[in-house]
C-alpha cells in the first residue's frame, strides 16, 4: 500500500488481538512498518515476531532483499522488532539503523550475531538519495531508547508508538475510518500506555514543532494526514494533564452496601456542568477506568472489606491507575465493613494517597453494614464537594 510516492505501509492488521499486556484490545491493533524506495532502499521498524513471514512478503513485493540498505528500528518493543530478526537475515546487505540505547535493548532481546550496526545520535541524518532520514530521540515516548524519524522532503514523521491507536481497520488513513471511533481509540491508546509519560511528549511535541509536518505515520493504527491538528491538540492536552468537570466514581460491593453508598456519591456529584460517571469493577475492564480516569478531575473510589481488605477486582484497578499516574485529581475513597473497620476503605485511600489524589476526606467514609440516612446524606455531601472541586480545578486550569 503506497502511503505516498515510493513510501509504502508494508505492516500487519492484526484484527484479532484482545489483549495487549492488559489492555483489552477491543478493536485489535496493527504493527506498522514503513518502506522507502529511493536510490537506496530503507525499511522503518518491523512487526511482531508471529507476523515476520508476511513481512518479507511484504518487502519482497516491492524490493530485492538484497536491495535493502537500511532497517531503521525506532523501538525495541518486540510489537515492532519481533520482525527484525528475520528482516536481518534475509537482507544481508541491510545496515540496522538505531540509537545506542536501542543497540543495547536489541542485543539484550535477539542473537544480533553478524547484523551489521549503523548507530546514530540525536539529530543525526542518513540520506536516501533524493530523501533524507532526519533522527530525533523521543526518550520514554515509549522506552528509554524510543526514537522518531523524520522525512523533510515528505513531511512525513515516523513517530512509533506516538499518535497510535489499537485499532484494526482496512482504512489505513485517519480520514477513511469514523472520526469519533478514531479519537476513541487514540484516546484509550493514550490512557492506557502513554499516560505516565505526559513529560516526554511534551518534548516531543516541542521537537516536532520545529518541523513541518504533514503526515504523521505511527506504529500502531491509521495514518493521520486529515487531522494532524486535532490528534496534537488532544496529546498537548492530555500529556498536560488539563482537567475536565467530570467525576468518576468505581466501586465494588458484595451486599448492596458500598453500592448505595456510591449511589449517593453520584447523586451528590450530579451538578450543572459536571459529567459524572459511574462503574461497578466487576462489569468494567481497568481499561475503561484508565481511559475514563485521563480526563476526570476527581474520583471516588469505593470497596467493601473482605477478608481484613480491599476487594480484588477494586486493587487490580487501583494497582493498575497507579502505575499509570494519572495527575491533578481530587477523591475520596468509601466502603462498608462488619467487624475490620481498618480494613478495605483505609487500603483503597492508601492507594489514593500513594496516587497523589487531593483527598476531601482524612478518613474514608465508611458504614458499618448497610448505610444508614446519615451516612448516605454523607455521600451525598462528598458527591457534591467533588463535583465543585471539579468545577474549580477546571476554571483554574482555564
Ligand atoms: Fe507498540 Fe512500546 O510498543
Not at 505516498?4 to 484484527?15: A, E, L
Not at 456519591?265 to 459529567?275: H, N
Not at 489514593?352 to 453494614?369: A, F, H, W
Given at each position: 500500500?503506497?502511503?505516498?510516492?515510493?513510501?509504502?505501509?508494508?505492516?500487519?492488521?492484526?484484527?484479532?488481538?484482545?489483549?495487549?499486556?492488559?489492555?483489552?484490545?477491543?478493536?485489535g491493533?496493527?504493527?506498522?512498518?514503513?518502506?522507502?524506495?529511493?536510490?537506496?532502499?530503507a525499511?522503518?521498524?518491523?512487526v511482531?515476531?508471529?507476523?515476520?513471514?508476511?513481512?518479507?512478503?511484504?518487502v519482497?513485493?516491492?524490493?530485492?532483499?538484497?536491495?535493502?540498505?537500511y532497517?531503521?528500528?525506532?523501538?525495541?518493543?518486540?510489537?515492532?522488532s519481533?520482525?527484525?530478526?528475520?528482516?536481518?537475515?534475509?537482507?544481508?546487505?541491510?545496515?540496522?539503523?538505531?540509537?545506542?540505547?536501542?543497540?543495547?535493548?536489541?542485543?539484550?532481546?535477539?542473537?544480533?550475531?553478524?547484523?551489521?550496526?549503523?548507530?546514530?545520535?540525536?539529530?543525526?541524518?542518513?540520506?536516501?538519495?533524493?530523501?533524507?532520514l532526519?533522527?530525533m530521540?523521543?526518550?520514554?515516548?515509549?522506552?528509554?531508547?524510543?526514537?522518531?524519524?523524520?522525512?523533510?522532503?515528505?513531511?512525513?514523521?515516523?513517530?512509533?508508538?506516538?499518535?497510535?491507536?489499537?485499532?484494526?481497520?482496512?482504512?489505513?488513513?485517519?480520514?477513511?475510518?469514523?472520526?469519533e471511533?478514531?479519537?476513541?481509540?487514540?484516546k484509550?491508546?493514550?490512557?492506557?500506555?502513554?499516560?505516565?509519560?505526559?513529560?516526554?511528549?511534551?518534548?516531543?511535541?516541542?521537537?516536532?514543532?520545529?518541523?513541518?509536518?504533514?503526515?504523521?505515520?505511527?506504529?500502531?493504527?491509521?495514518?493521520?494526514?486529515?487531522?494532524?491538528?486535532?490528534?496534537?491538540?488532544?496529546?498537548?492536552?492530555?500529556?498536560?494533564?488539563?482537567?475536565?468537570?467530570?467525576?468518576?466514581?468505581?466501586?465494588?460491593s458484595?451486599?448492596?452496601?458500598?453500592?448505595?453508598?456510591?449511589?449517593?456519591?453520584?447523586?451528590?456529584?450530579?451538578?450543572?456542568?459536571?459529567?459524572?460517571?459511574?462503574?461497578?469493577?466487576?462489569?468494567?475492564h481497568?481499561?475503561?477506568?484508565?481511559?475514563?480516569s485521563?480526563?476526570?478531575?476527581?474520583?471516588?473510589?469505593?470497596?467493601?472489606?473482605?477478608?481484613?481488605?480491599?476487594?480484588?477486582?477494586?486493587?487490580?484497578?487501583?494497582?493498575y491507575?497507579?502505575g499509570?499516574?494519572?495527575?491533578?485529581?481530587?477523591?475520596?475513597?468509601?466502603?462498608?465493613?462488619?467487624?475490620?473497620?481498618?480494613?478495605?476503605?483505609?487500603?483503597?485511600?492508601?492507594?489514593?494517597?500513594?496516587?497523589?489524589?487531593?483527598?476531601?476526606?482524612?478518613?474514608?467514609?465508611?458504614?458499618?453494614?448497610?448505610?444508614?440516612a446519615?451516612?448516605?446524606?454523607?455521600?451525598?455531601?462528598?458527591?457534591r464537594?467533588?463535583?465543585?472541586?471539579?468545577?474549580?480545578?477546571?476554571?483554574?486550569?482555564?
Open positions: 500500500m503506497e502511503i505516498k510516492k515510493d513510501v509504502y505501509w508494508i505492516g500487519h492488521i492484526d484484527w484479532n488481538v484482545r489483549d495487549f499486556h492488559g489492555y483489552e484490545t477491543d478493536r491493533s496493527t504493527y506498522n512498518s514503513y518502506l522507502i524506495k529511493d536510490e537506496k532502499v525499511v522503518i521498524d518491523a511482531k515476531a508471529p507476523y515476520a513471514s508476511e513481512l518479507l512478503q511484504n519482497a513485493a516491492l524490493v530485492s532483499f538484497d536491495a535493502v540498505d532497517v531503521v528500528c525506532n523501538h525495541a518493543e518486540p510489537d515492532h519481533g520482525g527484525i530478526p528475520a528482516l536481518m537475515k534475509a537482507c544481508l546487505n541491510a545496515e540496522l539503523v538505531c540509537n545506542a540505547k536501542c543497540k543495547d535493548i536489541l542485543s539484550k532481546h535477539y542473537d544480533t550475531t553478524g547484523w551489521n550496526w549503523h548507530v546514530v545520535a540525536d539529530g543525526e541524518t542518513l540520506s536516501l538519495g533524493s530523501r533524507t532526519a533522527f530521540n523521543t526518550p520514554m515516548a515509549h522506552w528509554p531508547e524510543s526514537m522518531a524519524t523524520y522525512v523533510p522532503e515528505e513531511k512525513l514523521l515516523f513517530s512509533m508508538d506516538g499518535f497510535g491507536q489499537h485499532y484494526a481497520t482496512s482504512g489505513r488513513f485517519d480520514d477513511e475510518v469514523p472520526f471511533d478514531l479519537m476513541f481509540e487514540a484509550t491508546y493514550y490512557a492506557n500506555i502513554i499516560m505516565l509519560y505526559g513529560s516526554a511528549i511534551q518534548k516531543v511535541l516541542a521537537k516536532a514543532a520545529n518541523h513541518e509536518i504533514e503526515m504523521i505515520a505511527p506504529s500502531h493504527g491509521v495514518i493521520w494526514r486529515t487531522h494532524i491538528d486535532k490528534i496534537v491538540a488532544a496529546y498537548d492536552r492530555w500529556s498536560r494533564h488539563v482537567p475536565s468537570p467530570k467525576v468518576l466514581v468505581f466501586y465494588d458484595m451486599w448492596k452496601s458500598t453500592d448505595m453508598m456510591a449511589q449517593a456519591i453520584v447523586e451528590g456529584a450530579m451538578i450543572d456542568g459536571v459529567e459524572v460517571k459511574m462503574f461497578d469493577v466487576k462489569s468494567t481497568i481499561t475503561t477506568l484508565a481511559t475514563e485521563l480526563d476526570a478531575s476527581a474520583i471516588a473510589v469505593g470497596s467493601p472489606t473482605l477478608n481484613k481488605s480491599l476487594m480484588p477486582k477494586v486493587a487490580e484497578a487501583l494497582t491507575l497507579r499509570l499516574s494519572p495527575e491533578g485529581k481530587c477523591g475520596v475513597a468509601f466502603g462498608s465493613y462488619g467487624w475490620a473497620k481498618k480494613g478495605g476503605q483505609h487500603a483503597v485511600q492508601d492507594y489514593l494517597e500513594q496516587m497523589k489524589v487531593e483527598l476531601i476526606r482524612e478518613t474514608p467514609i465508611q458504614s458499618q453494614y448497610v448505610p444508614n446519615e451516612i448516605l446524606e454523607e455521600c451525598r455531601n462528598a458527591g464537594e467533588l463535583a465543585e472541586k471539579s468545577l474549580n480545578v477546571v476554571k483554574e486550569a482555564q
